[in-house]
Antibody
Framework: HVQLVESGGGVVQPGGSLRLSCATS????????MHWVRQAPGKGLEWVAF????????YYTDSVKGRFTISRDISRNTLYLQMNSLRVEDTAVYYC?????????????WGQGTLVTVSP | DIQMTQSPSTLSASVGDRVTITCRAS??????LAWYQQKPGKAPNLLIY???TSESGVPSRFSGSGSGTEFTLTISSLQPDDFATYYC?????????FGGGTNVEMK
C-alpha cells in the first residue's frame, strides 16, 4: 500500500534553512507527480510546490518562489523540499502528497506531515 | 490566482441530516475541482475529483456537482464519522488553491 513519510521538520530562526524529506513506498515513484502542501496552525490548506514525474517541470506558490526548491531522487524514492530564508509565516505542518497521476494536480495520498516552526 | 470561497465556514448538523457545502471560484475552472475531508491532527483525504467523480472507497453518501464557478458537496445522510472539516481545491491553473474550509460540527 502507498506510504508517504515526511521528516526534517523542526524549530529554526528566521532567515534559517531546513530540508524536508518524504520517503515513499507502495507505488512507482517515477511515474507520479508529487506536491508539498502546508497548513499553518489552526488554518486551512495551502499548496506550496509541485514536481512532475520526470522532474522536468516545477511550480511554486508565489510566496515561496526563490526561497524553496522542490526536488526528487528516483533512486531513493524520495521527495525533498529545500527551504531557505525562512520566515515566521512559513510556520506550518508540511505534507507531501502524491499526485493522482503524472500531472493531474490533485492529491490521492498524503503523508502524516512534519511541523516546521520558524521563531526568533 | 483563482480564489476559492466556501460557505458556510461552520455547519451544525445532526446524524441523518442532508448536508450541502458550497464552493465558488473567482473565475471559470470548468470541472477541475476536488473535495477533501480532514479530521483533527490528520492529513486530508480525497473524496471527489473532476467535480463529481468519487474516489475509490468513498461512501456513496458523498456526492459532488457543479461546473464553471459554482460547486457543491453533498452528504446525503450525515454519519458520526463525517464530522470533520471539508475543503475544495481548484486545479484549473497554478497556483493550486483551496477554499477556506467548512467545519461540520455536531448540533
Amino acid at each position: 500500500h502507498v506510504q508517504l513519510v515526511e521528516s526534517g521538520g523542526g524549530v529554526v530562526q528566521p532567515g534559517g534553512s531546513l530540508r524536508l524529506s518524504c520517503a515513499t513506498s507502495g507505488f512507482t515513484f517515477s511515474s507520479y507527480g508529487m506536491h508539498w502542501v502546508r497548513q499553518a496552525p489552526g488554518k486551512g490548506l495551502e499548496w506550496v510546490a509541485f514536481i512532475r514525474s520526470d522532474g522536468n517541470n516545477k511550480y511554486y506558490t508565489d510566496s515561496v518562489k526563490g526561497r524553496f526548491t522542490i526536488s526528487r531522487d528516483i533512486s531513493r524514492n524520495t521527495l525533498y523540499l529545500q527551504m531557505n530564508s525562512l520566515r515566521v509565516e512559513d510556520t506550518a505542518v508540511y505534507y507531501c502528497a502524491k499526485d493522482f497521476s503524472t500531472w493531474e494536480n490533485y492529491f490521492d495520498f498524503w503523508g502524516q506531515g512534519t511541523l516546521v516552526t520558524v521563531s526568533p | 490566482d483563482i480564489q476559492m470561497t466556501q460557505s458556510p465556514s461552520t455547519l451544525s448538523a445532526s446524524v441523518g441530516d442532508r448536508v450541502t457545502i458550497t464552493c465558488r471560484a473567482s473565475q471559470n475552472i470548468n470541472n477541475w475541482l476536488a473535495w477533501y475531508q480532514q479530521k483533527p491532527g490528520k492529513a486530508p483525504n480525497l473524496l471527489i475529483y473532476e467535480a463529481s467523480t468519487s474516489e475509490s472507497g468513498v461512501p456513496s453518501r458523498f456526492s459532488g456537482s457543479g461546473s464553471g464557478t459554482e460547486f457543491t458537496l453533498t452528504i446525503s445522510s450525515l454519519q458520526p464519522d463525517d464530522f470533520a472539516t471539508y475543503y475544495c481545491q481548484q486545479y484549473h491553473s497554478y497556483s493550486l488553491t483551496f477554499g477556506g474550509g467548512t467545519n461540520v460540527e455536531m448540533k
